[in-house]
Structures are given as structure tokens and as C-alpha cells.
């Protein structure tokens, strides 16, 4: 039986079915065995929980670039005389392919003056989920970038490793509801609790926040 609550009678959805597409709708109407009007608000429930994704990892993606960033910016002042972290943190070719990019951006390709901020802002969020890699575990994590996360576990080498799996399942969720791919399948409570862990370890304040402001639970419980 149909479950679908919009404002649209069966036969609508079904002119509708090859404008989506039902390949595109494959999916949904798997998990609504094959019911045309199911699929649909099941679609219609995945695009509000795609943005309410969006909505999440923006939040968490500002708060750790940010702690991230003032942990950089310190390292650099003391023990690189004062230079900017964006000049000679030792990163790796695609990190630096995406700094050289965010740089571009932010100078509009060298017409206007470089702004810290703006760089920062522009650099991706897959930049600072692979920043916080095992990979930078000795020239960055250890000796600056886990201050970032001060509440996170006491064991430097697992905590790095608490955040960077967040850190890439958030990047993951965050790419699959950008491009409009179904997530209705997937563990959103999940990855909404990976949110409030790297927000938590930041700090009480930046918990409070995304707790007090994400929409998720509230799409997560008026899944159809």
C-alpha cells in the first residue's frame, strides 16, 4: 500500500517516472517493492536528507578547518619564524595541487591580494579529511594539528585515528548528497553521532551548536 503523503495522485507519479527516469529511481523503487508512489516519496525524503546533510557537514567542515587551521597557523609562527602555514607545511602532491588551486580561487589567478582567510575557506573539505591522515601522522598531527581536537582520546595515535575515519565518512556522505546519489540506504544516524563526536572534540561549545542546529534527527525519524 502507498505511503506516499504529497500532493500528487498515483497517475501523476507515473508521468512523472520517465522524466526522473526509473533508472535513476532504481533504488527507491527497489526498496518500495516496485510501488511507483513509495519510490517517490522516498525520493522526495532522500533530496531533504541530502540537504540536511549538506547542512551538517558545512557545520562540521567549518568548525575543524578552523581549529585546524589556528593549530597550523601557531606551529608555523613559533617553529617557522613567523611564516604562513600555507607556504611551508610539507604537503603532498595532491595536497598541494589543492592548496595551489584554493590559492588561484582566492586571488582570482593572482589579481587581487592574498587573504589567509579567503584561501583557507576555499580548500575543500577532502583536503583537511586527508590533512588529518596517518600520512601526516609525524610531520603535522603530532606535533600541532591534534590540538585541534583537545577532548578527543588521550592517545595521540588513537585519536588521529578516530578523526581521520570521521573525517572521511563525513567527506563520503557529504560528496554522495552533493551529487544527488541515494542515501536512504545508509546509516545517517551514524553518521550524524560522527558529527557530534569531532564537533565534541573540539570543544563543549561547538557540540552544543551542531546539536542545537542540524535538522537530521528530525528527517531521520519522518523517513517513509
Do not use: C
Not at 508521468?15 to 522526495?44: H, I, K, Q
Request: hydrophobic share 40%; net charge neutral.
Amino acid at each position: 500500500m502507498s505511503t506516499a503523503s504529497g500532493p500528487f495522485e498515483f497517475d501523476v507519479y507515473n508521468e512523472l517516472l520517465p522524466l526522473v527516469t526509473a533508472e535513476r529511481l532504481g533504488s527507491y523503487l527497489r526498496a518500495s517493492g516496485g510501488d511507483v508512489s513509495d519510490a517517490f516519496a522516498l525520493y522526495e525524503w532522500n533530496m531533504r536528507a541530502a540537504a540536511s546533510v549538506m547542512e551538517l557537514t558545512s557545520m562540521v567542515e567549518v568548525l575543524a578547518r578552523n581549529a585546524l587551521d589556528r593549530e597550523l597557523r601557531e606551529w608555523a609562527h613559533q617553529r617557522r619564524g613567523g611564516a604562513s602555514w600555507l607556504d611551508v607545511a610539507p604537503l603532498d602532491q595532491q595536497g598541494s595541487a589543492d592548496l595551489h588551486k584554493a590559492r588561484d580561487r582566492a586571488t582570482r589567478r593572482g589579481r587581487r591580494p592574498e587573504v589567509h582567510g579567503r584561501v583557507v575557506a576555499e580548500l575543500p573539505l577532502g583536503f583537511w579529511r586527508y590533512l588529518v591522515e596517518s600520512r601526516y601522522l609525524t610531520a603535522l598531527w603530532v606535533p600541532t594539528t591534534h590540538r585541534a581536537f583537545p577532548a578527543g582520546d588521550p592517545d595521540l595515535r588513537t585519536r588521529q585515528q578516530d578523526v581521520a575515519f570521521r573525517m572521511q565518512q563525513l567527506n563520503f556522505v557529504r560528496n554522495r548528497a552533493a551529487h544527488h546519489e541515494p542515501i536512504h540506504e545508509r546509516d545517517l544516524t551514524r553518521d550524524l553521532q560522527f558529527a557530534m563526536d569531532l564537533a565534541a572534540w573540539i570543544s563543549p561549545a561547538a557540540k552544543s551548536w551542531v546539536a542545537a542546529t542540524s535538522s537530521l534527527p528530525s528527517i531521520i525519524s519522518s523517513k517513509p
